[in-house]
């Protein structure tokens, strides 16, 4: 037994014996259960194996001797040999590199925690019990619903009473007059952001104008005049809107300007997007129509 091996042999037990020493002083019973006991055991073979590896390289310092190809260049008479790269470095190192990209453009971004993350799926949750509480709930309760929807999002420009602060925001308390849907006959209008193309201006002209205006701003009671059709071929038969294509022109169309806003000669009326919830929307509709009796 030569006295490497001898040395490694007693670090080995200096080792299991410390690690024992620190065990028993911490009062733990190591053949209390088996899982004091497999510990222990992993700990054992844990401090064998680091020995016997310290010393198989140790061994290797002393007795090794060069071998292989020098390469050509060499710093001050320091030279290097031509070694391939060992095929576990470079599999480490492809893993890692590839850990990492996962890591950085999914792992975190996707996966990770994060605080406005937790708040949304709050709110979506919050929303859904609510759009479920409240899916039956009468043309009242929308009423009122509305009302308190509208004091907080919708008064600061168009007042408490919904009639638009002195030409500040449209004047929700009536309909379009006969002048305003004239206007927009003759002109076309491109405000509402729900339809890029606008309308087209000139669809009637004269009488036809005249009797159209009057039929909608008068909300479409009486005789339908027969030139209506140049309009129900995108405002649909009933004057109730075409989705994509044109809004209902029954009053105002609030799921189109509440998702989409409008930028018209009044001012710029913001898009509410999804913050509005289907339920909402429903009764900012119900109490809207209703100021306008
Ligand atoms: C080619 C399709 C088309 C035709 C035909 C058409 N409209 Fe329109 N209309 C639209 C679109 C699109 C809008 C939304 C414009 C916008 O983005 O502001 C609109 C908007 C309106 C509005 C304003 C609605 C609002 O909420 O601001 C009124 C009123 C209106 N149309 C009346 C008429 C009348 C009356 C006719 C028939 C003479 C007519 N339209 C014919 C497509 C059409
Ligand atoms: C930042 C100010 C502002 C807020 C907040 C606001 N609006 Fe408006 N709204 C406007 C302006 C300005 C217009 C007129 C746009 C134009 O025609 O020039 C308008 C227009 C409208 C119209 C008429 C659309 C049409 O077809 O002509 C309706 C309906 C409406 N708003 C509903 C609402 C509701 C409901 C809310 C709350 C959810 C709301 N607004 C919040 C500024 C606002």
């Given at each position: 037994m030569n006295s490497l091996m001898i040395k490694t042999l007693g670090f080995a037990a200096l080792l299991i014996l410390a690690t024992i020493f620190v065990v028993t002083k911490l009062n733990i019973d190591i053949f209390a259960d088996s899982v004091n006991a497999l510990t222990i055991a992993?700990?054992?073979?844990?401090?064998?194996?680091?020995?016997?590896?310290?010393?198989?390289?140790?061994?290797?310092m002393k007795t090794d001797t060069t071998s292989g190809k020098?390469?050509?260049?060499?710093?001050d008479g320091i030279g290097e040999y031509e070694n391939e790269l060992p095929s576990g470095w470079a599999y480490t190192f492809l893993a890692v590199f590839m850990w990492s990209m996962w890591y950085g453009l999914a792992g975190y971004p996707i996966w990770a925690?994060?605080?406005?993350?937790?708040?949304?799926e709050e709110v979506l949750a919050y929303n859904?019990?609510?759009e479920e509480t409240h899916k039956n709930a009468s043309e009242e309760t929308l009423k009122e619903m509305g009302e308190s929807i509208f004091l907080v999002q919708c008064q600061q420009c168009h007042g408490a009473t919904g009639d638009g602060l002195s030409g500040r925001?449209?004047?929700l308390t009536k309909h379009y007059s006969k002048e305003e849907v004239l206007n927009i006959i003759k002109n076309g209008q491109n405000a509402l952001g729900a339809f890029p193309g606008g309308m087209p201006a000139g669809m009637a002209s004269g009488a036809d104008a005249e009797a159209i205006a009057a039929y909608v701003a008068g909300g479409f009671k009486?005789?339908?005049?027969?030139?209506?059709?140049a309009c129900a071929s995108c405002h649909g038969a009933d004057g109730k809107g075409t989705p994509m294509v044109a809004p209902s022109i029954h009053?105002?169309?609030?799921?189109?300007?509440?998702?989409?806003?409008?930028?018209?000669?009044?001012?710029?009326?913001p898009a509410f997007g999804s913050m509005i919830t289907p339920v909402q929307e429903k009764a900012l509709t119900a109490y809207v129509q209703s100021l306008a009796k």
């Open positions: 992993g700990a054992i073979a844990v401090a064998t194996i680091t020995s016997a590896v310290a010393a198989k390289y140790i061994n290797q020098l390469a050509e260049e060499n710093w925690y994060s605080q406005i993350g937790e708040y949304n859904a019990k609510f925001a449209q004047d009486g005789e339908k005049p027969a030139a209506f059709a009053g105002y169309d609030i799921h189109n300007v509440v998702s989409k806003g409008k930028k018209g000669k009044i001012g710029r009326m």
